[in-house]
């Protein structure tokens, strides 16, 4: 088995069927990822496998601040379940950090960070897993509540694999949703400081599912919830998304309705305006090989473009498909590539169109296998296009680091845009980097992505201790 197959089943455990980093939206409205409320996006960066004290792989969260000149090692803060007011206390494989959620939860003005820890044990069963919200303030990230588990968890059962915030019931106050195994709690806000929502309903049984996918895909006040569910027949993933409709008479007694895409598959996703018409769009990546039990998809992997409109994505449409085989992409798709496994959306260039970085983490560069890379496509009037799409790795031209194997460097992906000029910068995490993680930020800028002024940083350089799997995820 190839090491980048290996690093997807480091995340399998008991019934846990796919746990690649999780993807979030950031809250509707307030500081999108503004922990401190200077006016700087900051980024939250997991690492799950990090010692804290004496005892290996309990996990931590690193925040870097933003600022004029980006983010540094210099300006940031390390979470644990040992730190002062943080709930918890920090045990071996407790995977704090596995899963980020950004969003002002409080209404304070201050963004919150929702950081799952998926295997922590409640009581005497575990692997449970659990969630824990830390709050922003003038200082930061500072303290923390335990946020309520819904009723029945099992043991291994991974809750808080996967968790996104946004505003699901048009309120104007941010919620949250948080999943695992076949669980999935809706949190309405706003938070007490204890932790307490409004209200803790919508825990379905919906299949396996260990991933949430969050944004506003009508044009509406409320945001979509995409929940892709492992199923058996349909190894790709059946995806379905929910939105806010309290008059749906086909959920009597609850305020959503579900629209299915039959024709989608996927693990990974993001939510962006690919095409500048004003409607979210569905970005899907689909990182798994076709086979005997799964015969849609492609060859190293591949992503679609499901388009947002009044209704939403029609089910009927044909979305865009992209992979290295498409026309402009670099590279050629090969088995086990894992194109799409990390996805992130925002505007590279600040053309008023998102763009889509996709993780390819098990990319072979020469002799160095999974080593990994990061490609970018942009898009257009016309949606997402693969003129202009570039390919970034260790190797390329002015990004830090060397092609090492197992680097897994695209692991995780995040465009947002720390130094206030109107750009998205990209997030890159290598968890596998010298063993223990190690994170890149490449700046956005009219041309793209500048190699310009490239930052590195790696556990080490943030003060982590033990394997780490610094970068493993990124806060969207």
Not at 5 to 16: D, R, Y
Not at 274 to 301: Q, T
Not at 414 to 424: F, I, N, S, Y
Request: cysteine-free; aromatic content about 6%.
């Amino acid at each position: 088995m190839r090491r980048s197959t290996l690093l997807l089943a480091a995340t399998l455990t008991t019934g846990l069927l796919t746990a690649l980093p999780g993807t979030a939206t950031a809250a509707p409205s307030g500081p999108a990822s503004d922990f401190n409320g200077d006016g700087y996006r900051d980024v939250a960066i997991g690492a799950f496998a990090a010692q804290v004290g004496s005892v290996p792989n309990a996990g931590a969260v690193v925040v870097l601040y933003g600022s004029r000149s980006g983010v540094s090692a210099a300006k940031k803060t390390v979470i644990t379940q040992n730190s002062v007011g943080v709930p918890g206390t920090a045990r071996d494989g407790d995977r704090f950090g596995s899963s980020l959620a950004a969003g002002d939860l409080n209404a304070d003005g201050y963004a919150d960070l929702v950081v799952g820890a998926q295997f922590e044990s409640v009581g005497d069963r575990a692997g449970v897993g659990s969630a824990t919200v830390i709050w922003g303030g003038k200082s930061g990230l500072t303290g923390g509540s335990a946020l309520p588990s819904p009723s029945g968890l099992t043991e291994w059962g991974g809750y808080s694999s996967g968790v996104a915030t946004g505003d699901f019931d048009g309120d104007g106050r941010t919620d949250v949703t948080i999943t695992g195994q076949s669980r999935t709690g809706l949190y309405r806000g706003p938070f007490a400081r204890n932790g307490k929502p409004v209200s803790l309903t919508g825990v379905d049984e919906l299949g396996s599912t260990y991933e949430v996918i969050a944004g506003n895909l009508n044009g509406d006040r409320a945001a979509e919830r995409v929940y892709p569910f492992a199923v058996d027949g349909d190894e790709g993933g059946d995806i379905r998304y929910f939105s806010h409709d309290p008059g749906d008479e086909s959920h009597p007694g609850s305020d959503y309705a579900q629209t299915r895409l039959p024709g989608a598959d996927g693990h990974q996703g993001a939510v962006g305006d690919i095409n500048g018409d004003g409607y979210g769009d569905l970005v899907l990546g689909d990182h798994e090989d076709p086979r005997s039990a799964k015969k849609a998809g492609h060859k190293g992997g591949q992503i679609t473009v499901w388009y947002g409109g009044a209704n939403g994505p029609a089910p009927a449409q044909k979305p865009t498909v992209a992979h290295q085989d498409t026309a402009g992409v670099p590279g050629t798709g090969e088995t086990e590539d894992l194109f799409g496994s990390a996805l992130a959306v925002g505007d590279i260039n600040g053309d008023k169109y998102a763009d889509v970085a996709v993780g390819v983490l098990g990319e072979d560069n020469g002799k160095a296998r999974d080593s990994g890379s990061v490609t970018v496509l942009f898009g257009s009037a016309t949606g997402l296009k693969g003129s202009g799409a570039k390919t970034y790795t260790q190797n390329t031209a002015g990004v830090p680091g060397t092609d090492e194997s197992n680097d897994a460097f695209g692991q995780s992906v995040r465009l947002t845009d720390l130094d206030k000029d109107g750009k998205a910068d990209l997030v890159v995490g290598a968890g596998g980097e010298n063993g223990y993680g190690a994170v890149t930020v490449l700046r956005g800028s009219a041309s793209g992505l500048t190699t310009t002024s490239a930052k590195s940083f790696t556990a080490r350089d943030v003060s982590l201790k033990g394997g780490a799997g610094f970068g493993w995820a990124i806060a969207q």
